[in-house]
């Protein structure tokens, strides 16, 4: 098992854009299961509509991502299957924080235009790995556009 960055699972996952998405505005999973739902339903008045808000995000495979992007972004609403005062309770206890793009890229520029010992090292990997990451960060236009 290897000690991959955060940055390099993204773009290996085809997800960086959806991070830079998050950063410049109101998040978008085109994969979320409130996909299709009117959106007024995730900004209940009353328990009842609230449950069944959270019931949706339940069964959503983003929900994690979207419960880190409610945090991180302090959004109002049901979001990753939680309400406002939920989310600042888990805040207190776990940091759902995601990178900034500027965090981004200064990690993938560090991976990709570091010299490859001194990368490996801090990542404590090998030289191949190393490598391997640049490959991943050259096959996708906008990791490579943050790094270069």
């Not at 409130?34 to 929900?63: H, R």
Request: aromatic share 8%; charged share 25%; with cysteine.
């Amino acid at each position: 098992m290897t000690n991959r960055p955060a940055i390099i699972e993204l773009v290996a996952k085809n997800r960086l854009a959806e991070l830079c998405d998050e950063i410049e505005g109101f998040p978008y999973f085109p994969n979320a299961a409130c996909i299709g739902e009117d959106p007024d339903f995730f900004f209940p008045d009353d328990m009842a509509t609230t449950v069944k808000a959270k019931a949706v995000c339940a069964a959503c495979p983003v929900q994690k991502d979207c419960l880190a992007t409610a945090v991180s972004q302090g959004l109002e609403g049901v979001w990753g299957g939680t309400t406002e005062t939920e989310r600042a309770s888990l805040t207190k206890a776990r940091d759902y924080t995601l990178p900034t793009r500027q965090a981004a890229r200064q990690e993938l520029r560090y991976i990709y235009l570091g010299e490859v010992n001194k990368v490996a090292a801090s990542y404590d990997v090998d030289r191949r790995t190393v490598h391997r990451w640049r490959n991943i960060i050259e096959d996708n236009p906008l990791a490579y556009e943050l790094a270069a």
